[in-house]
């Protein structure tokens, strides 16, 4: 939920000061804004919560906290790629492969009820997913229609 308000009220905000500035309307810009930062707030979580999010990691894949960082820097990169004319588009597909990856990593810390800010097992289970996955699907058709569909 948190990255959603990030997304919308980095978007929200953005959107008016580009107005400003611009003395127009971006969207595409706003949009990408604000998905950069959203994920450089979700890139946070990776070096904040490195063990709840080693959790949520299947056990048969090694090196879980190496993954985790690596993934942290990751959406660093990609936030930075989005606003660069010159990678955006590379950037927004790469961002899509990632979140399409990251899915079943998401359901199977739901099925084992991983809270991955406190690294333990008492989180919102399966009916996270309800949210989750419409929640990917949401990030997704963003970044296309935001930065690719152009």
């Known amino acids: 939920m948190k990255p959603l308000i990030v997304l919308l009220l980095s978007f929200a905000i953005s959107f008016l000061v580009i107005k400003i500035i611009k003395k127009e309307y971006d969207f595409e810009l706003s949009a990408r804004i604000a ?88 989180g919102n289970g399966l009916s996270y997913l309800w949210f989750r996955i419409p929640l990917q699907i949401f990030f997704i058709l963003w970044t296309y229609i935001s930065t690719i569909r152009v």
Not at 59 to 79: C, D, M, Q, R, S
Not at 82 to 88: E, P
């Open 35 to 122: 998905m950069s930062i959203m994920l450089l707030f979700t890139a946070i979580g990776h070096f904040a919560f490195t063990k709840g999010m080693s959790m949520m990691i299947p056990k048969f894949i090694p090196f879980k906290e190496t993954f985790v960082y690596l993934t942290g820097i990751f959406e660093v990169l990609l936030a930075i790629g989005l606003l660069i004319t010159k990678f955006k588009i590379t950037s927004a597909w790469m961002l899509i492969l990632f979140l399409l990856l990251i899915l079943p990593v998401n359901i199977y810390a739901s099925i084992n009820n991983i809270n991955y800010q406190k690294g333990t097992f008492d």
